[in-house]
């Protein structure tokens, strides 16, 4: 008996830890290269240093871990283990990727809700050097003829409505409101709310978000979209049919416990569950051609500079059919695509014949989809990445109708509010 | 690298195993030769700069072991003197020279600067195994290794490399070349691996969030301030304990015996007891290479307390260079002193009264252990002692958290393995069990790991 102990013992550990490494290789390796290939500054930045030899080192190991095999499903463990022990609170390393359950079941972590840029909360300073930024985009705007509209997206912590396990430092309620103030008091600007629209209309602010993404749920982006649409209709007669805009006009797919969110892939599927996910594209006809624009390096390897032709279904909500049939992994950038530099959806089968120019961060992607069915062209910026002119040299360029900013809290930082700055 | 890291687990692990077990079978020349590369791959994984400074340790000592031992009449002091100079020297420079230069600036009011060195891994570890070395070939036990490579598996070796224990040379000298692998070793070494990785990952680093919450807050309420005294105590002992459980596994499965460092230190009735029963490789390595050579227990009174003294200031030291570290070495001295002119006395009192003593004064020293300096060290008694001070909202969520880690980091601290042995008479239902238990431990240990928590290792500083 103690001999077979003995083998078994070893036998099952040193199987486990060899089969771990040859399916992480075997079927891991492009996990393992995009990570890399995401550090590709650090280790193509050849020095003779210790920091250089350590970030090359680095980058392998983080590559590695990516890629070990059932990564996923190890993190879908530890979630359930941690809810079996009875937490509501999972710590990271990163303190700022601590993940808890909010007393609306949804997750909140300390590093999202600041989203980095903490320094920048609870600044009056920078909230008005922000609203400088748009009020001078604005009078930039209206000297040449462009229609602006700032959509200022929800906080999702809300102190009144949420409590946490531990108290969280966050004003991004505040700062919405504060901004919205600023800009509606000292500028001619078209600002919606959304803090205020959904209280007006009624909606229950529980159904907003995702709960186990920072993001909004695709309802409440569609629900945005229409709100921009009816904007520029009472504000700058766009004449946007209604149809356009209405849901009934939309086939809503909903896939049921299907999407894992930036939250919910650090705590793992069974901590929390998983969301439902809305395929929500249009009944009538559409004809699209996307450009993913390869301004950087990143962008080439991730499809940019090809162009895709097709349907609504097909080409801005790429691809119903694998998504449905489970064979694309949902992820938020389902919508448009992923955040990028420069995205330009040109629409054959438009409402209007208008162009657009969006600012974006990522909760404007799915918003931007719909919108794209209104408009003869769509052009998506997001500023954190590279660019080779400034927002305003941009602007000058392509001579848009209309340019919409589309903004969650967590970008108020100087990267999504310098206009004049080339990256 | 890592124990406790996916690229150790399921990379250099398994690809050492097939090297080790498959291409260099039985071909003990190959299996050193290789054993000592990864260990040199393994140490510049972490540092790859100062790998440079572990071979330059490695050669100097080979070197001067052979001058040591070269004289035909009697051992070289001279080569003895050097070769503890320059591991002493670059442990001083690496490790102590910054706090020096701060400290007599301090007290000249200088500005002497020097720019800073970052703390190379294990330095402490390797250059006292390196030493021992040394002084043993010195003493003339006839130890002396003329192969580069084989003092260099010795100092290098990676299950010990950057925790410890500290191996002595004339525990693994014949093991080098006569050791023995075997299915029952192996299995020994994979058990015992597991149990020191699920200490580490599954307890040390939970509790570590607690003890780092407490001992990094600005306000701390006097429930929080004991809750994080206690996390730390637990933290410190899985993630060392842990950390040479693993060592001395895989030192089994390649056919090394190391020698225990821990065994269970908090049942100990007296904080002589405890020191019997904590890092007990350091505390043997003071004991031969520094209080015996000073004259030990047979001097006169006053002379003991001296080599006390020193011992414990030294001990202190080697754990950092900060006034912390220091006061914690001489808060142990005096103990250890008051115990030894109480001599056997203690032993009348009660069992649970000498655990809870000891226990309690081992909190406290870890207070001060944990604490950034001294006057962070009082805030924090302080804190202990402001009762009354509210705040339990915040404790409670704490334990309530990790309710299920306090419970088990408990139980753990006490040979329960060793009762319930005791306790079942059936060896396979023993077996069977160990099966069992190893095999969760495994499953949890690995999620843990691969999901990357919270992870910090204390003892690497040192």
Redesign the interface.
Request: proline residues 3%; without cysteine.
């Given at each position: 008996?103690?001999?077979v102990?003995?083998?078994?013992?070893?036998i099952?550990?040193?199987g486990?830890?060899?089969i771990?490494?040859l399916f992480?290789l075997l079927f891991n390796w492009h996990t393992m290269l995009e990570s890399l290939y995401e550090n590709k500054d650090k280790i193509l930045n050849v020095r003779l240093s210790?920091e250089y030899?350590?970030d090359v080192?680095d980058s392998?190991?983080s590559a590695?871990?990516e890629g070990?095999f059932f990564?996923k499903q190890?993190?879908d463990?530890?979630g359930g283990?941690q809810k079996m022990?009875?937490?509501?609170?999972i710590?990271?390393?990163n303190p700022n990727n601590t993940i808890m359950i909010g007393s609306d079941g949804k997750l909140y972590s300390s590093g999202n809700i600041t989203m980095n840029f903490a320094d920048y909360y609870s600044n009056k300073d920078i909230l008005n050097k922000y609203a400088e930024a748009v009020s001078d985009l604005s009078m930039f705007t209206t000297q040449n003829d462009v229609d602006l509209l700032f959509f200022q997206a929800p906080a999702r912590y809300d102190a009144d409505e949420i409590s946490l396990?531990?108290k969280i430092s966050d004003t991004s309620k505040d700062n919405v409101d504060y901004l919205y103030s600023q800009l509606k008091d000292n500028t001619d600007l078209t600002v919606l709310n959304s803090q205020i629209l959904y209280k007006e209309q009624d909606i229950d602010f529980a159904d907003l978000f995702f709960k186990t993404d920072h993001h909004w749920n695709i309802k409440t982006a569609f629900w945005a979209y229409s709100e921009i649409c009816k904007a520029l209709n009472n504000y700058y007669d766009y004449k946007i049919p209604e149809l356009y805009f209405n849901i009934d006009n939309y086939i809503n797919y909903v896939i049921p416990s299907s999407y894992l969110g930036s939250l919910g892939v650090r705590t793992?599927g069974l901590f929390a569950g998983r969301d439902d996910f809305d395929l929500i594209y249009p009944k009538f006809e559409t004809d699209y051609v996307k450009t993913i624009c390869k301004v950087d390096n990143l962008d080439i390897s991730r499809g940019g500079g090809i162009q895709y032709k097709g349907k609504f279904e097909e080409v801005i909500l790429s691809d119903v059919n694998k998504l449905k049939s489970k064979k694309s992994e949902i992820i938020f950038g389902s919508y448009v695509s992923s955040d990028r530099s420069e995205v330009i959806i040109e629409n054959r089968k438009s409402a209007t014949d208008k162009k657009v120019l969006i600012l974006k961060d990522s909760f404007a992607l799915p918003v931007s989809a719909f919108l794209s069915t209104c408009f003869a062209e769509t052009r998506l910026l997001d500023l954190r990445y590279q660019h080779e002119k400034s927002v305003k040299e941009y602007i000058l360029d392509y001579a848009p109708d209309a340019v919409l900013i589309i903004y969650n809290p967590g970008a108020y930082s100087d990267t999504f509010f310098n206009f004049d700055k080339k990256n | 690298m890592v124990f406790s890291?996916?690229?150790f687990?399921?990379?250099f692990?398994?690809?050492v195993?097939?090297f080790y077990f498959v291409i260099f079978r039985k071909k003990r020349k190959p299996q050193n030769i290789f054993l000592f590369i990864v260990s040199i791959v393994f140490y510049a994984?972490g540092e790859?700069?100062f790998v440079l400074l572990m071979l330059a340790t490695i050669v100097v000592n080979w070197f001067c072991a052979i001058r040591i031992n070269k004289t035909a009449c009697g051992k070289n002091k001279l080569w003895l003197t050097l070769g503890i100079v320059y591991n002493v020297g670059i442990l001083f420079v690496f490790k102590y020279l910054l706090f020096v230069l701060d400290n007599l600036n301090l007290i000249f009011n200088t500005n002497l600067l020097i720019k800073g060195f970052s703390l190379p891994i294990g330095i402490s570890f390797f250059t006292f195994q390196a030493m021992s070395y040394l002084i043993d070939v010195y003493r003339g036990k006839d130890l002396v290794q003329r192969n580069l490579l084989y003092v260099g598996l010795y100092i290098s070796f990676f299950p010990q490399l950057i925790a410890g224990p500290i191996v002595r040379y004339e525990t693994v000298a014949d093991q080098i070349n006569n050791r023995t692998e075997s299915?029952?070793l192996?299995?020994e070494g994979?058990?015992r691996f597991?149990f020191g990785l699920s200490k580490k990952v599954i307890l040390a680093n939970?509790l570590a969030?607690i003890a780092d919450t407490a001992f990094g807050g600005t306000t701390l309420a006097c429930s929080m301030a004991w809750l994080g005294a206690i996390a730390y105590a637990l933290q410190i002992f899985f993630d060392f304990s842990g950390y040479s459980d693993m060592a001395i596994g895989l030192g089994k499965m390649f056919g090394f015996k190391f020698n225990e460092n821990f065994n269970y230190p908090y049942t100990a009735r007296s904080i002589s007891e405890f020191w019997r029963r904590w890092h007990i490789s350091m505390g043997t390595w003071f004991r031969d290479y520094v209080y015996f050579p000073l004259g030990g227990s047979r001097v006169k009174k006053p002379r003991m307390i001296l080599n006390l003294f020193i011992v414990w200031l030294l001990t202190g030291l080697w754990h950092g260079a900060n006034w912390t570290f220091i006061v914690w070495g001489l808060y142990y001295f005096c103990f250890i002193v008051i115990e030894k002119l109480i001599g056997k006395k203690l032993n009348s009192v009660p069992k649970v009264f000498g655990v809870l003593y000891t226990l309690i004064l081992v909190l406290f020293g870890w207070v001060l252990f944990r604490s950034d300096n001294i006057a962070a060290a009082f805030t924090y008694f302080k804190a202990m002692f402001s009762f009354g001070s509210g705040g339990w909202d915040?404790t409670l969520?704490y334990i309530?958290?990790?309710?299920?880690?306090l419970v088990f980091g408990v139980l753990a601290c006490m040979p329960i393995v060793t009762w319930c042995g005791r306790v079942i008479k059936n060896?396979?239902l023993k077996?069977s069990l160990?099966?069992i238990v190893?095999?969760i431990l495994?499953a949890?240990s690995?999620?843990?790991v691969?999901?990357?928590?919270?992870?910090p290792f204390i003892y690497f500083n040192f």
């Open positions: 008996m103690k001999k102990y003995e083998r078994i013992i070893s099952i550990f040193v486990f830890i060899s771990t490494l992480s210790s030899v350590k080192i392998i190991d590695y871990t070990v990564r190890y993190i463990i530890y283990l022990s009875g937490k509501s609170i710590w990271d390393s396990p531990i793992g | 890291s996916s690229i687990l399921f990379a692990l398994p690809i195993f097939l994984w790859p700069i299915y029952e192996f299995s994979t058990a597991i939970s969030i915040i969520i309530k958290e990790n309710a299920v880690i060896e396979y077996l160990k099966i190893l095999i495994a949890v690995v999620v843990y691969v999901k990357g928590t919270y992870n």
